[in-house]
């Protein structure tokens, strides 16, 4: 079993940055995978970044070159520096982990953008 525990979330000016942290506890063998997601009300779940224990990354097309996703092995945390914000990247964000797919999911942090 992971725990995953996400906290930076709040309300900023678009235009301005968050980050974000996730960290993981328990079986922490068995995390090959890190990532986020986000949920819009009325929207479904939509991938964000991904980043995998050797460092290799992927975002989605809607955040490429405004986030980036980073790994702290040793404090078993992943990070999402979300910068040149948007109104559209408001959500409740989701930290996810796995070894192959993304099996254990956070509670969710509230990201909101003001225009």
């Known amino acids: 079993q992971v725990q995953l525990v996400e906290s930076g979330g709040g309300l900023v000016q678009a235009g301005g940055s968050l980050r974000l942290s996730c960290a993981a506890s328990?079986?922490?063998?068995?995390?090959?995978?890190m990532g986020w997601y986000r949920q819009a009300p009325g929207k479904s779940r939509e991938f964000v970044a991904r980043?995998?224990?050797?460092?290799?990354?992927n975002y989605g097309d809607s955040v490429k070159g405004r986030f980036t996703i980073s790994r702290d092995n040793a404090k078993n945390t992943v990070y999402l520096q979300m910068n040149s914000l948007k109104p559209e990247d408001t959500a409740v964000y989701y930290c996810?982990?796995?070894?192959?797919?993304?099996?254990?999911w956070g509670q969710g942090t509230q990201v909101t953008v003001s225009s």
């Open positions: 980043i995998l224990s050797g460092g290799s990354t």
């Open positions: 996810a982990a796995g070894k192959v797919i993304f099996n254990s």
């Open positions: 328990g079986t922490i063998s068995s995390i090959n995978l």
